[in-house]
């Protein structure tokens, strides 16, 4: 690496957040990232820029023999970011399924007050008070409401999901007591081909220098999860709203910030998960015989062709998500399944 990037790198968050000015491809790549793309490109400046690199996103591969089950379902605390457009259609479906599974450990962060679903949640309803749109504000808003209600729960490790996704509870758990939840673990999923790419200029003595980062980032709708250990390094930084204040003044959405914040602020990489699944994949692709081994899943419906996993189970009619099917095959001894 370059004598430049240490200077880079030694900058107070506060200074390398006022710093970022994305110049480059924010909207396109926001709109690639929701709406099912995964890959981009940018144009080159004619001036020279020095790169500022990081290490390659990491795949950790772990034998069942260094497992530690240090932690047990009581040790998490899983998110779920919600809205009121979804409270009677994407959340029931949670709330017949995967929640179950975990009721003391799941808690939905959402933009409404509605008194059945925090009686059918024994109270694990967070009203944000954030906006309804799917706005960078709004989506920051609630990442920010998640951690910060995660560090008041003193739990060992925080995952956040989305409204879309359907969690396989011990398999996360498994999974996760791999990993020493004192040490910096960001775990994740990648949704894009390449590393994002930004630039930034720095503060004085070379405040007219270009700077060009690149990062990786896990999509908040395949699910993230992050170590107490990390989580209480990034308290000046993201604490008590300043993980809004990160996303407004880079631009980035909520997922992306996260990244921006561990890979290029904190200098902890990403650790991708190949467990976790998000909608911005193709579902169908997910062998049956796999599905046990699987952390999360995700759905889409483009127009009239849906997205989902391929399970037996209910009729589409009734069940065109295959949330309840899949949590059946999983899970057969619940009530709602068939017999």
């Not at 996760?176 to 930004?198: I, M």
Request: with cysteine.
């Amino acid at each position: 690496m370059s004598a430049l990037a240490p200077a880079c790198y030694s900058m107070t968050g506060r200074k390398l957040i006022k710093g970022v000015a994305v110049l480059l491809f924010v909207g396109y790549f926001s709109l690639l990232v929701y709406q099912g793309g995964i890959t981009f490109s940018y144009q080159e400046p004619r001036v020279q820029v020095p790169v500022l690199l990081i290490e390659p996103v990491t795949i950790t591969n772990i034998n069942e023999s260094d497992i530690t089950r240090n932690i047990t379902l009581e040790d998490l605390f899983i998110s779920v970011k919600t809205t009121q457009l979804y409270q009677y259609t994407r959340l029931p479906i949670i709330l017949k399924t995967w929640f179950q599974l975990a009721k003391e450990q799941i808690w939905f962060f959402t933009d409404i007050d509605n008194p059945q679903h925090q009686s059918l949640t024994n109270g694990h309803m967070i009203n944000t008070n954030c906006t309804t749109s799917h706005s960078v504000n709004s989506l920051c808003c609630k990442m920010g409401a998640e951690y910060d209600f995660f560090l008041e729960q003193k739990k060992k490790w925080f995952c956040h999901f989305d409204d879309d996704n359907y969690v396989n509870v011990p398999r996360l758990l498994s999974v996760l007591q791999r990993f020493n939840y004192k040490e910096d673990w960001y775990l994740g999923r990648t949704s894009v081909s390449k590393p994002l790419k930004a630039y930034f200029r720095r503060d004085k003595p070379n405040a007219n220098q270009l700077y060009r980062i690149k990062f990786w980032f896990g999509t908040g709708g395949a699910g993230i999860c992050i170590s107490r250990g990390l989580a209480l390094k990034m308290l000046p930084i993201a604490s008590g709203g300043r993980f809004a204040s990160v996303c407004k003044e880079a631009s980035f959405p909520d997922d992306v910030s996260m990244g921006f914040i561990m890979e290029i602020m904190m200098r902890r990489n990403l650790t991708v998960m190949k467990e976790f699944h998000s909608h911005l994949e193709p579902m169908k692709l997910l062998a049956t015989d796999t599905l046990k081994d699987q952390v999360s899943f995700g759905y889409s419906k483009n127009q009239n062709e849906w997205n989902v996993v391929n399970v037996p189970g209910f009729d589409t009619r009734y069940d065109p998500t295959r949330f309840l099917s899949l949590h059946c095959f999983l899970f057969p001894h619940f009530s709602f399944c068939p017999r």
